[in-house]
Nanobody, 124 residues
Framework: QVKLVESGGGLVQAGGSLRLSCAASGGTFSTYGTGWFRQPPGKEREFVAAIRWDGYSTYYADSVKGRFTISRDNAKNTVYLQMNSLKPEDTAVYYC?????????????????WGQGTQVTVSS
């Protein structure tokens, strides 16, 4: 059983930056691909970014490509989402998810474990 805990959310002005962290425990983290999803107010959960279990490939939604960067530190059992040039439409609850030997998985149903989420609010 893998437990995921997100942190780093908050309120930021448009154009600003935030770095989200997802700390994992309870499993061999280096064998899990990890994704970030978000759920804007009143909307469905959507894919943001994913990183392969070994960190050798990444995958992004078009809406965040060039602004967000996903990375991982397997020694610290942590995945990061660096978010730059934030826009009001990035406002959402952000979730991390893990999939055993995951790769460029962009569908929520493909993931085995989920965190509780962290709120990101971007003001205009």
């Amino acid at each position: 059983q893998v437990k995921l805990v997100e942190s780093g959310g908050g309120l930021v002005q448009a154009g600003g930056s935030l770095r989200l962290s997802c700390a994992a425990s309870g499993g061999t983290f280096s064998t899990y691909g990890t994704g970030w999803f978000r759920q804007p107010p009143g909307k469905e959960r959507e894919f943001v970014a994913a990183i392969r279990w070994d960190g050798y490939s990444t995958y992004y939604a078009d809406s965040v490509k060039g602004r967000f960067t996903i990375s991982r530190d397997n020694a610290k059992n942590t995945v990061y989402l660096q978010m730059n040039s934030l826009k009001p439409e990035d406002t959402a609850v952000y979730y991390c998810a893990a999939k055993y030997f995951g790769n460029d998985n962009s569908q929520a149903y493909q993931y085995d474990y989920w965190g509780q989420g962290t709120q990101v609010t971007v003001s205009s």
